[in-house]
């Protein structure tokens, strides 16, 4: 659609002057028609501002809920929140979705975009890395050197925006701050703190965009930033609702990672130059503590899986020593750093935070899981995490809805399995919300095809699956000439998937893994016909539009995988609660994934496409044919010549 910009446009004072035939987005994009499911959501939008309702929305895909909820939220004139689920989506709504709205309504509402504080600049630490001077490689040297003048430009410090420098960079923790390593308002450098600044303007702004998880995390610690806001908020608005109840678990619970040490390590030798120059044994204690973490890392490799229950090796001997190891370690830090405290506000920090991740250590090995929370270990090539995970976030969630009179939104494209809301309202214990569906735009029937190949083996059981869906699906890919996602549950089989198709494509090939997501995507846009494979982080919260992609298969249903030590704790609980783990947990997030992968498909009304299901069980068992009733209401066929016959049709991608 083209934007023409009204002129002498009376500012409007009702939906259906935003909305409407006539409202400003009909006089503003050539074309424009009016969405129904857009005008509902944010007609139930303003009816719970007035009331201070708490409300719950899928908003199918293509109905525009950013609009849908930001225009009766200009419209109240309210002071409000809004949160999303990535940074990446924080960015779009802040940098062009909100400024696009507010021009189109004439609104001078003031906005602030607030991120986590290792998300900014720390001016402190800038200096004294670059007066230290010792980094471990000549491309940390350019990108210190690269942040430093990109610091003497930047207004606001949010290190996104620093062209020079991926935020993936190792160097980043060295130039940036945690709540753990901070020293608040003792920082030399406070006054020019670019975190306290966005905080101020987010304090001063009317709309302030956020992400979930500094609004879990603020919630969970109750420290300055956006803690303080909530209580002015009348409006608070989660878009990408349906990530909340697992950031919530996270950040309600307590997390000790390997990571964290080591971090605490290199702050200590950096502090104790600093402050206590004489005291070089400190040094040699810490660097005990990143020594015996090594240990730690090489007994967890035997371990079953990845996500460990600790009460499954909490007995083994060799797990134990290093362990208690690493628990004395961090004893003897704590005690040198007890001395050198007095030295300095940095040292100090340094053993308020050895104090704590050692009764963390403690609390960790010595607690029972309850019917409350579970202890879990998460492994990785060279780091662990040490959990201890609420079984329900919910109650302390609800807590914070119902703390006092206020709006809450709840939206997302995917939050109902069908047209039951209650896996997503029993998460996160809001019970009394009025739960609401608005429908898609899309003409589904006519803008897509359902391929479900025949005779395909049973996932779960034939070791070739990979192959021989690749091989069902190698004709669409010749019909569509490529311009297509091919979806993954594991990354094992997509790892399994790129080595069978490597040089057997006559399209682009694009591998999750091979470059940094958005790379990756414009590349894929730019083929005009590659085919990309991508697992869980491609099923959701990406935007290809027009002929780039015609295809979207996925390999098999995406049950979540059962050796979770969270997810078999909950499991058991919903066991003795007399219901059926299955049907109460598994079925609904199936479900609710399902949606989501099956969403990159139609992303506008012009686009058209094949969606392959490839998992025989969607037609072979109940639970199988009631995922395919809760996607939207596609055409379906089992045989390849519909297929051809689809791209063979004259209304072309625009």
């Not at 002057?17 to 857009?38: I, M, N, T």
């Not at 306290?196 to 992400?211: G, L, Q, S, W």
């Not at 003795?576 to 049907?583: K, L, R």
Request: charged share 25%; with cysteine; proline share 6%.
């Amino acid at each position: 659609m083209t934007h023409h910009p009204a002129a002498n446009t009376p500012r409007p004072t009702t939906l259906d002057d935003v909305f409407g035939h006539e409202g400003v987005l009909a006089q503003a994009f050539a074309g424009y028609q009016p969405r129904p499911g857009q005008m509902q959501m944010a007609e139930i939008i303003r009816d719970a501002i007035t009331d201070s309702r708490t409300v719950v929305i899928e908003a199918g895909t293509g109905v525009g809920k950013t609009f849908g909820y930001l225009a009766p939220v200009l419209l109240a004139g309210r002071k409000a929140i809004v949160s999303t689920g990535t940074k990446h989506l924080q960015d779009q709504i802040f940098s062009r979705d909100l400024p696009q709205i507010k021009a189109l309504m004439g609104s001078n509402a003031r906005t602030a975009l607030l991120k986590g504080r290792a998300n900014y600049l720390c001016q402190h630490r800038l200096d004294r890395a670059i007066a230290e001077g010792r980094l471990q490689s000549p491309d940390w040297v350019r990108a210190l050197q690269r942040i430093k003048t990109w610091a003497e430009r930047t207004r606001d410090g949010d290190i996104s925006r620093c062209d020079m420098v991926t935020e993936e960079h190792g160097i980043w923790p060295l130039v940036t701050s945690t709540n753990e390593n901070c020293l608040g308002k003792e920082c030399p450098a406070f006054d020019e703190c670019f975190v306290v600044k966005a905080r101020e303007a987010a304090h001063e702004a009317e709309i302030v965009v956020i992400n979930h998880h500094l609004f879990c995390a603020d919630i969970a610690i109750r420290q300055s930033g956006f803690a303080q806001l909530l209580p002015e908020a009348d409006v608070v608005v989660l878009d990408e609702a349906h990530q909340l109840p697992e950031i919530a678990s996270l950040f309600f619970g307590s997390a000790l990672s390997s990571g964290q040490m080591i971090d605490l390590v290199r702050d200590t030798v950096r502090e104790q130059q600093a402050e206590a120059a004489d005291m070089s044994d400190i040094t040699v204690v810490a660097h005990q503590l990143e020594v015996a973490l090594d240990p730690c890392v090489l007994a967890l490799k035997n371990a079953r899986t990845d996500r460990i229950a600790w009460a499954e090796i909490a007995e083994d001997a060799a797990i134990q020593a290093t362990f208690n190891a690493l628990d004395e370690c961090l004893k003897e830090l704590t005690s040198a750093l007890e001395i050198a405290a007095p030295r300095g506000k940095g040292l100090a920090s340094c053993h308020e935070r050895a104090v704590q991740m050692r009764q963390g250590l403690s609390s960790f090995r010595s607690s029972k899981d309850t019917d409350t929370e579970v202890r879990w270990l998460e492994r990785r090539e060279k780091s662990f995490t040490l959990n201890i995970t609420p079984m329900d976030a919910g109650k302390t969630f609800s807590d914070v809805v119902e703390s006092q009179p206020r709006t809450w939104v709840f939206t997302s494209a995917t939050l109902a399995a069908g047209a039951d809301f209650s896996h997503f309202t029993r998460r996160l214990n809001l019970n009394l919300a009025l739960c609401q569906q608005t429908p898609s735009p899309f003409d589904y029937p006519n803008q897509a095809l359902m391929y479900l190949p025949p005779d395909l083996p049973d996932p779960k059981t034939d070791s070739d699956y990979t192959l021989k869906i690749l091989r069902r699906v190698f004709p669409v890919l010749k019909a569509s000439g490529g311009r297509a996602f091919l979806l993954f549950t594991s990354h094992r089989e997509l790892k399994k998937a790129a080595e069978i198709l490597e040089g057997k494509l006559p399209f682009p090939l694009f591998v999750q893994g091979m470059q940094a997501k958005a790379t990756l995507l414009e590349q894929f846009r730019q083929s005009g016909n590659g085919v990309l494979l991508g697992t869980q982080s491609f099923w959701e919260g990406v935007d290809v539009r027009g002929e780039a992609l015609s295809v979207v298969m996925i390999d098999r249903i995406p049950f979540a995988s059962p050796d979770d030590p969270v997810r078999r704790a909950r499991e058991t609980q919903l066991k003795e609660a007399g219901h059926s783990p299955f049907a109460a947990m598994a079925m609904p997030e199936a479900i609710i994934t399902f949606k989501q992968g099956v969403g990159r498909l139609i992303r506008d009304v012009t686009d058209r496409g094949i969606l392959v299901l490839c998992d025989p069980r969607l037609q072979s068992t109940g639970y199988g044919r009631q995922i395919l009733d809760a996607l939207p209401p596609m055409r379906r066929t089992s045989d390849p010549i519909d297929v051809h016959a689809f791209f063979q049709e004259s209304i072309p991608k625009t």
